[in-house]
């Protein structure tokens, strides 16, 4: 069964730095998406992608976050200047169109410290 | 807003029992509602979509039912295993106001099942 594939699924980083969590959706999905939940709050949207541009963002995605699709099959979130408070499991999902359901990745969980 | 609501937040049952999960969402202009399981510390894994027309939907020993005039779902799992420990998000999907799909979860269900 396809799968999006998520990387690294840990990672640590000092605050102030920069990180990139990378995914590969599933190959013949048109809508991409990264969700993140913190330890023991809701899983929450962040912001949705489609025909190679943003679609929708949330209010947690401000200037410090930027995603991109850089070669036709990776989707990439990259955090600048990282916070404590943005450590958080952070999921990358697709989907084939709208109202066929998501596949989401296992997940990067991303620690600051 | 859409707002999903989950009760009970957490539930235990000796194995072999029939349970209920519940599930509330605010806005019934919803596209699919999607139940997903979540094992500590891992990824959501999808075990159910239900359209917005469709009434329910089957997979082995899962059953989740849709109202949407009444903003409910339930989740009914048979004959309940170790195995099925874990914590059930529901999920609603619905067009934002910027014409794409984007899914609201509820808080989840922690389900524990005693051997």
């Known amino acids: 069964e396809p799968e999006v594939t998520q990387t690294p699924s840990h990672q640590v980083t000092q605050m102030g730095q920069e990180v990139i969590l990378r995914c590969v959706p599933i190959?013949?999905?048109?809508?991409f998406y990264w969700y993140r939940q913190i330890l023991g709050q809701k899983v929450e949207f962040l912001v949705s992608f489609y025909n190679n541009e943003i679609s929708e963002k949330s209010e947690i995605f401000d200037d410090q976050f930027s995603v991109e699709r850089p070669d036709g099959s990776n989707f990439t979130l990259k955090i600048r200047s990282t916070k404590l408070e943005d450590s958080a499991m952070y999921f990358c999902?697709?989907?084939?169109?709208?109202?066929?359901?998501?596949?989401f990745g296992s997940g990067t969980r991303l620690t600051v410290v | 807003k859409q707002e999903v609501t989950q009760i009970p937040a957490a539930l235990s049952v000796p194995e072999g029992e029939n349970l209920v999960l519940n599930c509330s969402f605010t806005?019934?202009?919803?596209?699919?509602l999607q139940w997903f399981r979540q094992d500590p510390g891992k990824g959501l894994t999808s075990l159910l979509l239900?359209?917005?027309?469709?009434r329910e939907q089957t997979s082995g020993r899962l059953n989740a039912s849709l109202d949407k005039s009444s903003g409910r779902s339930t989740l009914y799992i048979a004959a309940s295993q170790p195995g099925d420990s874990a914590t059930y998000l529901c999920?609603?999907?619905?067009?934002?106001?910027?014409?794409?799909?984007?899914?609201?979860f509820g808080t989840g269900t922690r389900l524990t099942i005693i051997p």
């Open positions: 239900i359209q917005s027309s469709q």
């Open positions: 999920a609603v999907s619905g067009l934002s106001n910027f014409g794409n799909e984007k899914l609201t």
């Open positions: 999902a697709s989907s084939e169109s709208d109202g066929w359901g998501y596949t």
């Open positions: 190959s013949n999905h048109l809508y």
């Open positions: 806005d019934s202009a919803i596209y699919n």
